[in-house]
Structures are given as C-alpha cells and as structure tokens.
C-alpha cells in the first residue's frame, strides 16, 4: 500500500502536465489557423517571420 | 475573383463596387495599444482563401517599415497586424495597411466589430472547462475502478478523498456555465435543462463528501464529473457550431457605408463618420458610391441601383430634386445631396425597426431540448422527492431515502438528452456547410423542419439580380463597338453587354454617360450612341415587351440591338418543383412591378404571388400567412426583405445578399442554384428525425435505469456504466446523419471559384 503515496501523485502529476499542455496550446494560438497550417507548410521562405 | 494572382486588381476593381476604406481615425480607435508605441490591429479579409494569399498579405504588410509583425489566419479570415506608430503621425496613415492589402491582392479589408471578439472569449473558456473536467473525470475513474474492484476500507477512503479534491475544482471551473444558466432561468421564472443538472452535480458532490467524511462505501464523485464533462461537450459543440457560422456571415463584406464625404459651405471636402452626418449638410456621392442616409439631389444627375432597396431589378434616372434612400448606389453619375436625415432615421434604420418589432414570433419559438426540459424536469425532481418520501416513510431510515433520490437524480440526469441536440445539430450543420449552406443556430434547423410553405423574394433571390443578355443583333465590328462603350459604364445593362463579349475592343477617347439615357462617343466616322431606343434613335418607341432592350446607334441609325433579362438562378425552376413535390406551397413576394413579377412567377411554375410590396407589405403578407396556422420559410436578400425574413418562421439568404439580410436570415447559402433550398429543408427535416430518436432512446434508456435506481440498487458503478452507455449510444444514432446525408447528396454544378474555403472545411468532432 505505501507504493500508492508515490504512485497516485505521479499519476495525477502526469495527467496534470497533458491538462497543461493543452492549456497552453490553447492559449498559444495552436488551434487558431488549422486551415493556415495547412497551407504555410508548403512555403519555401527561409526567413522566420517576426 | 480568380484568386490572389497580380494583375486581376483591375477586373476585381470594376466587379467589386468600390467600397469605402475604413477612416484613419476608425483604424486608430480599433487598434489595442501594445505599449511602446506598437500597436495592434485586427482586420478582417473575407477574400483570403489560400496560401498564396497567406504570403501576398503578409509580405505587401511586412514590406511598409513600421509593421513588425503581420500574420493572417486563414480559418478566421483575418489578418493580425502590430506596427510601431511613428513619432510624426505623418509617417504612417494606418489606411495604408487597408490599401497593402488591396493592391497585393485586390481583396477588401474590414474592421472586427465588438461583438465579433466576445464569441471567441466564450468559446476558449468552454474549450478549456472541458480539458479541466475531462483531466478531472479520467482521474476520478481510475481511482473508482479500484474502489469498485474492492480496495480496503481505508484505501477506500483514501480515494474518495483524493476524488474530491480533484473534483472540487472541476466543478467550481467546468459547472459555471450551467449554475448561471440555470440561476438566470430561475430568476425568469422557468426551468430548463440547466436545473435538474446544476441540482445533480451540487447534490451528489454534497452527498458524496458527506459518505466520504464518514467512511462510507458509496461516493459519487466519478458520476458528477463525468456527468459534467459529458454536458460541456454538448454545450461545446453547441457554441462553436453557432461560432463558426456567426464568424463566416459577418466577415463577408459590409455594405452599409461607413462614412460620407460633406462638403462645407466654403467648398471643403471632409470624410465624416456617417452617425455625424446631420440633417442639412452637403454630401458628394462619386458614381458606385452607395448613398449613406436620406436625401435630396442638389445637382448631378445619375442612375440609382435600388434592388437592394425596392427589389426593383432596373435602375432608376435621378436628378436634382429627387429624393434618394440610403443604402440605393449611384451608378453613372456623381451627385450632391442634401440630407434630410441622419443616419439614424434614415430608411436603413426604419428597416432595423422593423426587424425588431418583427423579431416577435421567432422570439417565442422554444429550442426542442428546453421544450423537453419543461416537462422532464418537473418529472424528475417529483419523481426523486416522492422516492426521498416513500423510503423515508416505510423504510424510516432517512438518510438511506436521501441517498436513494439522489441516485435517481443522477440517473435521471438528462446527460444523453444534453448531449443528443448538439451533436445532432452540429453534424447537420457540418453536412450543410459543405454544401455551402450555413446555419446560424441550432434552432433554426429545429424550426426549418416545421415548415409547410416557402416564400420567395425575386430580384436577387430567384433571379440573380443583374441582367444577362438573351438575344444580340448586328455585326461582330457592332457588338465590338458595342462592348467597348459598355466597358465604360457601371450600368448593369452595360455591364451585361460588356461581360457577354469575349475578344479585343475598339479603344475609344471619350464617352460620356448621359444619366437615365446612355453613353454616347464622338469618331471619326461619326455618333454613336448605346442606349435606350429613344435614346439611341431619337423619336423612336421601344418596341420591345419584356426584358431590357439597348440599340447601339451611328448617327441616329440603329446598327446593332441587344436584349437583357434579369436570369433565373440556375436550377431554379428544378428546385422549386422539389419544394412543390414534397407538399410545400410556394409563393412569390416582390417589390417589383406585376408585370415582371407575374412572368417570372409563370416561368418557374409558381402560382401565387404578389408584386409592388413595400418592406412593411412583406412582413404583413407574411404575418397574415402565420396567421393562418402556417409555417412560413421566408427566402430573401434585399434590405427591403430584412424585416420580412426576421417576421417568418425561419429565412434564408443568398451570400449576395445585403448585409443586415444576412444578418437576419437564418441560413446563408453560397452557391448560385437554389437547390440549397430543398436541400437544407431535407437535411433538418433528418436532423429533427433524428432528435427525436435520441429522445426516444434517452427516455427508453430511463425507463430502465429509473426503476432500478428507485428500487435502491444504483450503485455509483451502475450509474457510471448507464450514463456513459446511453451518451455512446445516442452520439453514434447522431453520426448516422453524416451517412445518410452522404447518400443524398444533391449533385452540385462545378464547385463555384468565389466560395470561400471554409465553407468545406469540417466541423471538428471535438
């Protein structure tokens, strides 16, 4: 039963990083332009644009 | 609009009626001041579609030196742009962002309304509460499968602590949505869907806490969150569904003007907003300016395009004197007005009027779901009382008779009815955007399915509203003559001549447009004119009955003749005989003459109509229709329309349409034919098939659980096995619809070039 003290924690605390993660794609704009990805993937510019 | 390659500026100049750039001050006043003297602004470009448009914007914005950051996002179809304000404010006139954009690509650029930003905001907020309880629901179920699959006492109770605490949070940040729903429904008054569930996951949660402080066997932690997860994919799906649509209709372009140029009495010019334009002041309208408030002509004579006023489809002659209407568009001459309005009570706003004293009947229509919330949830908190009575009274231990009723209450919980309307409305709407149809709200699918009777505006919504030519005579050199002269003229009848002509013109000096007559050009070889026939060959009656007829004339001597009609949309005629076949009746509604009313109505095989009706006329003809019990589909997209589609049962508009018709009709359609029509009848006429079985399985579902629940036996394990059963199965009845939607399929004619792009794109299954 002890092993449950570290187990559970490392289980939410896993859980908790995927929530975060999709949080802060969320808020990073990830989901914004679908169709715009789509279509940047094909652009041949080198230059990162500001 | 043949995509975003250079060089088609000029074509997409002369189609697109040039409309006003936004003001300096406006792009200023919309921008958000990022410190530092950087500055944002959202634009919106309805006419990106494609990578290169992508590029084409971005670079002709990075190309101005004080923009340091310019991303386009091709799904909203707008343009983000950060740019450093100069020092001087002469550096820098922020419409030259607007006018980047115009000459990389030809395409117009808007600016957001407020109202456009605060979807956005609810839909992240939504998307985020279903993260937060979908992480707290998976957790929740793992330490309950070990409970179930018999944990200790004290491992017990160790998880239903930790189950708490996940689920505290989770209910406080995902159970917003339905605690102010249902406290402002109970503050009104009613009840709705929101009740029974705000009531079932605060119940449970308490009743839950209260077992685990005193270790009992059964907590109900698992079954409130995933309850609440479950409900916020519905609501969800529900939100983007009307999102998306909302974001597609208002970022294609305004027509209302925004601003006027007035001329002050010392002969200066100045761009004013048009809500401070008074009643008095001077205005110049240049030819395909759209005429922003009331007013009469002070000098200038012109032709006035008022198909989107009256729906009259010929344009009429102006002079000085005449009175003109906002939102009519001068087409060949340029004209001085007095207004005698502002822009308030000038006939676009009298419009708005209408529309909202008309708004009244589709107000009271009650959505399927909250309808059905009306009678479950009496049902079911009586249903859980009388339990919390019966076990009380003749088992006489009340705190088991609490537990008893509040598993009914979690079992009853109208999870799989919460998550059948959604699911079902959004793959509709899905079938219908990529058969360029889009749906405003899931409501107006519910009431299209009610419908017996279809109403037609013509110009514009049976027609096409702008002439094609029917029948040409004279010479190849004529015609080419001919076309050269149209090329000139933004008449509609010109441009019909212009249009219909393929191969090199004759390059003229000057013509001059004569308003209400036609265009006359002086060569070598004499006068010619292009016009009507009285015009053209001076003394002459028109002999034509019937469409439109324009002679092209050398000094007086009729060399070629052209005859023009406003066209059916194509597959009109087929459309309307499916609407006919399927039992409904069809009728026509126009504010053009009888004559042209009564022929087109003839040709497309409609028998009732009724012809020279005001805005106000429409709306009656459509009130009366409802007075007798039926269920009008109003079809329009005239401004004079607007207050007729927001008075019927539910409306629709082409993509061509005004503005504020779009914004009062229910459905857009994109392409050309009118079998959008029956299409999206036969679509949410399914889609309301299918709700119904939902609700059918949903209560088949309760009367088996219900009893269960009553008798005592609902462990959290079966309410979790029940609820996530009956939400599974009525999700897959709902994707059936994306199956028989695919097999009845309308054949669409060639894809239409000017649909934009998301219209095919997917609605996500979230």
């Known amino acids: 039963m002890n092993m449950l003290i570290y187990l559970i924690p490392v289980a939410l605390l896993l859980g908790g990083l995927g929530l975060g993660a999709f949080l802060w794609s969320l808020r990073n704009g990830q989901y914004d332009d679908l169709d715009g990805a789509a279509w940047r993937v094909l652009e041949d510019e080198d230059q990162p644009r500001g | 609009m043949s995509c975003c390659a250079p060089g088609t500026e000029g074509s997409l100049d002369m189609a697109g009626a040039t409309l006003a750039l936004p003001s300096a001050e406006e792009l200023m006043l919309a921008s958000r001041d990022l410190g530092d003297g950087l500055y944002q602004l959202d634009l919106s470009v309805p006419g990106v579609h494609c990578g290169t448009c992508i590029s084409a914007v971005e670079q002709a914005l990075m190309a101005l030196s004080p923009v340091s950051k310019a991303r386009v996002n091709l799904s909203t179809r707008r343009v983000s742009i950060v740019w450093q304000v100069p020092q001087d404010e002469t550096a820098m006139d922020p419409v030259d962002l607007v006018r980047a954009i115009k000459r990389a690509t030809g395409y117009d650029a808007h600016l957001l309304s407020a109202a456009e930003e605060a979807g956005d905001v609810m839909k992240a907020q939504l998307i985020r509460g279903v993260a937060v309880t979908g992480f707290a629901a998976a957790n929740i179920m793992l330490l309950s499968v070990s409970v179930w699959s018999g944990a200790e006492a004290s491992t017990r109770d160790l998880f239903h602590w930790i189950s708490a605490m996940i689920a505290a949070p989770a209910l406080v940040y995902g159970g917003r949505f339905f605690y102010r729903s249902a406290y402002a429904a109970l503050k009104r008054g009613h009840t709705n869907m929101d009740v029974p569930i705000a009531l079932a996951i605060t119940l449970s949660y308490a009743v839950s806490l209260w077992e685990?402080?005193?270790?009992?066997?059964?907590?109900?932690?698992?079954?409130?969150?995933?309850?609440?997860?479950?409900?916020?994919?519905?609501?969800?799906?529900?939100?983007?569904?009307?999102?998306?649509?909302?974001?597609?209709?208002?970022?294609?372009?305004?027509?209302?003007?925004?601003?006027?140029?007035?001329?002050?009495?010392?002969?200066?010019?100045?761009?004013?907003?048009?809500?401070?334009?008074?009643?008095?002041?001077?205005?110049?309208?240049?030819?395909?300016?759209?005429?922003?408030?009331?007013?009469?002509?002070?000098?200038?004579?012109?032709?006035?395009?008022?198909?989107?006023?009256?729906?009259?489809?010929?344009?009429?002659?102006?002079?000085?004197?005449?009175?003109?209407?906002?939102?009519?568009?001068?087409?060949?001459?340029?004209?001085?007005?007095?207004?005698?309005?502002?822009?308030?009570?000038?006939?676009?706003?009298?419009?708005?009027?209408?529309?909202?004293?008309?708004?009244?009947?589709?107000?009271?229509?009650?959505?399927?779901?909250?309808?059905?919330?009306?009678?479950?949830?009496?049902?079911?908190?009586?249903l859980a009382f009388l339990t919390f009575l019966g076990w009380g009274l003749f088992g006489g231990d009340w705190k088991q008779a609490m537990l008893i009723a509040i598993a009914v209450l979690i079992i009853t919980c109208p999870c799989a009815l919460g998550l059948a309307v959604p699911v079902v409305q959004v793959v509709a709407a899905g079938r219908l955007f990529q058969n360029g149809v889009m749906v405003k709200d899931g409501s107006a699918m519910e009431r299209l399915a009610e419908i017996d009777t279809v109403v037609f505006d013509k110009t514009g919504t049976l027609t096409l509203g702008r002439p094609q030519l029917i029948d040409t005579v004279g010479t190849p050199t004529n015609i080419a003559m001919a076309a050269a002269m149209a090329s000139r003229s933004r008449h509609p009848l010109s441009q019909a001549i212009y249009n219909a002509f393929a191969g090199p013109v004759p390059i003229l000096g000057t013509v001059t447009e004569l308003a209400g007559e036609g265009l006359s050009c002086d060569r070598p070889e004499g006068r010619y004119r292009l016009g009507s026939r009285a015009f053209a060959c001076s003394g002459t009656v028109s002999t034509s009955d019937g469409g439109s007829e324009v002679v092209l004339s050398l000094d007086g001597l009729e060399i070629a003749r052209f005859l023009a009609e406003d066209r059916p949309r194509p597959d009109a005629e087929a459309a309307i005989a499916t609407l006919q076949q399927g039992g409904f009746e069809t009728q026509v509604l126009s504010g053009d003459r009888r004559p042209v009313v009564a022929a087109m109505a003839a040709r497309l095989g409609i028998d009732a109509f009724e012809a020279e009706l005001s805005p106000g006329g429409k709306t009656q003809a459509i009130a009366a229709l409802q007075g007798d019990g039926r269920r009008v589909l109003m079809v329009g997209d005239g401004i004079n329309d607007a207050p007729a589609l927001s008075a019927a049962h539910v409306s629709m508009a082409p993509a061509t349409a005004a503005d504020i018709g779009r914004q009062a009709a229910d459905f857009v359609f994109m392409h050309d034919t009118l079998e959008a029509v029956p299409m999206a009848i036969r679509i949410s006429a399914k889609a309301g098939r299918l709700i119904r079985e939902n609700f059918a399985l949903a209560i088949g579902y309760n009367i088996i659980a219900v009893p269960i629940a009553i008798a005592g036996y609902a462990t959290p394990l079966i309410a979790a096995i029940a609820m996530s059963t009956s939400s599974l199965i009525v999700v897959a009845n709902s994707l059936r619809l994306n199956h028989a939607a695919r097999q009845a399929k309308v054949s669409l004619p060639e894809p239409d070039r000017r649909r934009p792009a998301a219209l095919t794109a997917k609605v996500s299954p979230a």
Request: glycine share 10%; aromatic share 4%.
């Open chain 2, 212 to 382: 685990t402080l005193h270790h009992g066997e059964h907590a109900w932690f698992d079954a409130t969150v995933s309850l609440l997860f479950f409900l916020l994919i519905g609501r969800t799906l529900d939100h983007i569904m009307r999102d998306r649509a909302r974001s597609a209709i208002t970022g294609l372009a305004r027509i209302s003007p925004r601003g006027a140029m007035v001329v002050a009495a010392d002969g200066s010019r100045e761009y004013r907003p048009v809500e401070e334009v008074m009643p008095g002041d001077h205005i110049a309208i240049a030819a395909g300016d759209r005429v922003p408030v009331d007013g009469l002509v002070i000098e200038g004579e012109s032709d006035l395009d008022l198909s989107i006023v009256s729906g009259e489809s010929a344009p009429v002659a102006v002079g000085p004197g005449a009175a003109v209407q906002a939102g009519t568009v001068s087409l060949t001459g340029s004209l001085l007005l007095q207004a005698t309005a502002t822009a308030r009570q000038s006939f676009l706003s009298e419009i708005i009027a209408l529309m909202e004293a008309a708004e009244g009947g589709r107000a009271q229509y009650r959505r399927i779901a909250d309808r059905a919330a009306q009678i479950y949830s009496p049902a079911v908190h009586l």
